[in-house]
């Protein structure tokens, strides 16, 4: 038995080893996505603050700059706005509007576009994710990319998605295997496991990685194994992650999660932005008054025409994340009345652990501390990897070697 789970465990690991490198490298430069776009990107996403004034004040009409947006780029839709904050600039989301033709001059070649919202200036644009296009590199693009090279190796959707979900799947069935094979055999139990726990001092070569791998291995095997399992949930979520869990956790019907899909997109809705957004937010406000929860930021009012209504997304004292707000009110676009509402870490308690792995995966909470660890586990898993690989290739060598002999 414990030959068989060698081979399983040795055959996982090369077969993942380059995947899983990749993936706990780019997961360490993304622990600081924000800090690394500021800096690489300066001209995007830093603005400077009037001096002498309120600065909450001196910030422009969101709804008149998407106007003036959508004016600017009359072939696109401007279906996403968020809501600006001091210091920062103001993000929109452009898609093409249907049966646009791509040739057409006035057909936007950027879906992101960056706004100063104290003075309405566009700062610049990009299409999110392409490093090489137009026959240049586009350096604003390298953290989006290297998001993409994280989430799907930068494949075609969802080919990449599939496929990063199948590694994370053997990468979950193997921490099991790894964890097995360190187990040791006879009594005392704790006294002859106690050495795969260490490194030890003035070895050889071998066994100083051997060590590493499996002493690293061990000292994290929790976290190893959220970060396996939380990949599963992103790439392959209702395929394995849902069904799995869903035989010891209660999950929210899907149809509660968005409302449902209209047999044709309704692309104009009835109600107007400003009319929308003071329904979304009253009728929250009335949610957050009954419920006993404090609505800390507005992040963005959203226009889903597949849906016909209009997403609003704020930041609740019930989310979970840092920053970034998770908890969701749809409204119809026509009438304004509220079809269903979201609150990240509420809900049943398989929705409870989804978004727990998903802050855990992504490091959005715990503030720089977490973040740090979020980094280093990266570089854990990429090290693992490549000791893995040494490992394999150092007794391939010992057996070549006494095949000879």
Same mark, same amino acid.
């Given at each position: 038995?414990?030959?068989?789970?060698?081979?399983?465990?040795?055959?996982?690991?090369?077969?993942?080893?380059?995947?899983?490198?990749?993936?706990?490298?780019?997961?360490?430069?993304?622990?600081?996505?924000?800090?690394?776009?500021?800096?690489?990107?300066?001209?995007?996403?830093?603005?400077?603050?009037?001096?002498?004034?309120?600065?909450?004040?001196?910030?422009?009409?969101?709804?008149?700059?998407?106007?003036?947006?959508?004016?600017?780029?009359?072939?696109?839709?401007?279906?996403?706005?968020?809501?600006?904050?001091?210091?920062?600039?103001?993000?929109?989301?452009?898609?093409?509007?249907?049966?646009?033709?791509?040739?057409?001059?006035?057909?936007?070649?950027?879906?992101?576009?960056?706004?100063?919202?104290?003075?309405?200036?566009?700062?610049?644009?990009?299409?999110?994710?392409?490093?090489?296009?137009?026959?240049?590199?586009?350096?604003?693009?390298?953290?989006?990319?290297?998001?993409?090279?994280?989430?799907?190796?930068?494949?075609?959707?969802?080919?990449?998605?599939?496929?990063?979900?199948?590694?994370?799947?053997?990468?979950?069935?193997?921490?099991?295997?790894?964890?097995?094979?360190?187990?040791?055999? &006879?009594?005392?139990? @704790? !006294?002859?496991?106690?050495?795969?726990?260490?490194?030890?001092? $003035? /070895?050889?070569? *071998? #066994?100083?990685?051997?060590?590493?791998?499996?002493?690293?291995?061990?000292?994290?095997?929790?976290?190893?194994?959220?970060?396996?399992?939380?990949?599963?949930?992103?790439?392959?979520?209702?395929?394995?992650?849902?069904?799995?869990?869903?035989?010891?956790?209660?999950?929210?019907?899907?149809?509660?999660?968005?409302?449902?899909?209209?047999?044709?997109?309704?692309?104009?809705?009835?109600?107007?932005?400003?009319?929308?957004?003071?329904?979304?937010?009253?009728?929250?406000?009335?949610?957050?008054?009954?419920? &006993?929860?404090?609505? @800390? !930021?507005?992040?963005?009012?959203?226009?889903?025409?597949?849906? $016909? /209504?209009?997403? *609003? #997304?704020?930041?609740?004292?019930?989310?979970?994340?840092?920053?970034?707000?998770?908890?969701?009110?749809?409204?119809?676009?026509?009438?304004?009345?509220?079809?269903?509402?979201?609150?990240?870490?509420?809900?049943?308690?398989?929705?409870?652990?989804?978004?727990?792995?998903?802050?855990?995966?992504?490091?959005?909470?715990?503030?720089?501390?977490?973040?740090?660890?979020?980094?280093?586990?990266?570089?854990?898993?990429?090290?693992?990897?490549?000791?893995?690989?040494?490992?394999?290739?150092?007794?391939?060598?010992?057996?070549?070697?006494? !095949?000879?002999?």
């Amino acid at each position: 038995m414990r030959v068989l789970a060698g081979r399983l465990h040795r055959w996982a690991g090369l077969a993942t080893a380059l995947f899983l490198a990749a993936a706990g490298l780019t997961g360490s430069v993304l622990a600081f996505k924000n800090e690394l776009e500021a800096l690489l990107n300066p001209q995007l996403f830093q603005v400077a603050v009037p001096h002498g004034s309120d600065t909450v004040r001196s910030l422009q009409d969101p709804f008149v700059l998407r106007e003036q947006l959508q004016q600017r780029y009359p072939a696109a839709r401007a279906d996403y706005l968020g809501f600006p904050q001091p210091g920062h600039s103001l993000m929109f989301f452009l898609m093409p509007r249907p049966h646009a033709i791509s040739g057409d001059p006035i057909v936007p070649t950027r879906d992101q576009v960056f706004v100063d919202p104290y003075t309405g200036a566009v700062l610049g644009d990009r299409q999110w994710g392409v490093l090489w296009s137009e026959g240049r590199w586009h350096a604003e693009n390298l953290v989006p990319f290297v998001w993409r090279l994280h989430e799907a190796l930068a494949l075609p959707h969802p080919w990449g998605k599939w496929f990063m979900g199948a590694v994370a799947l053997v990468w979950t069935l193997d921490c099991f295997t790894g964890l097995w094979l360190t187990l040791p055999r &006879g009594q005392p139990f @704790l !006294r002859k496991w106690r050495p795969a726990w260490g490194i030890k001092r $003035g /070895a050889s070569a *071998y #066994r100083f990685t051997l060590d590493l791998h499996r002493a690293f291995g061990l000292w994290l095997w929790v976290a190893l194994l959220v970060f396996a399992w939380s990949s599963v949930m992103l790439n392959l979520r209702e395929a394995i992650y849902r069904p799995v869990m869903s035989t010891a956790f209660s999950f929210q019907d899907e149809a509660r999660q968005r409302p449902p899909r209209l047999p044709s997109p309704r692309w104009e809705p009835g109600l107007d932005w400003r009319v929308a957004h003071a329904r979304a937010r009253d009728s929250l406000q009335s949610l957050a008054s009954s419920q &006993g929860f404090q609505v @800390l !930021r507005e992040d963005s009012l959203w226009y889903r025409p597949a849906q $016909g /209504a209009y997403l *609003y #997304r704020t930041r609740t004292s019930w989310d979970l994340r840092d920053e970034v707000g998770r908890s969701d009110l749809w409204i119809d676009g026509d009438t304004g009345a509220v079809l269903l509402t979201n609150f990240e870490g509420r809900g049943l308690g398989g929705d409870q652990v989804s978004a727990w792995l998903r802050v855990l995966h992504t490091g959005e909470i715990g503030g720089l501390a977490y973040r740090i660890a979020v980094g280093l586990v990266g570089v854990v898993v990429a090290m693992l990897s490549v000791t893995g690989i040494m490992v394999w290739a150092r007794k391939r060598r010992a057996r070549a070697h006494g !095949r000879s002999d």
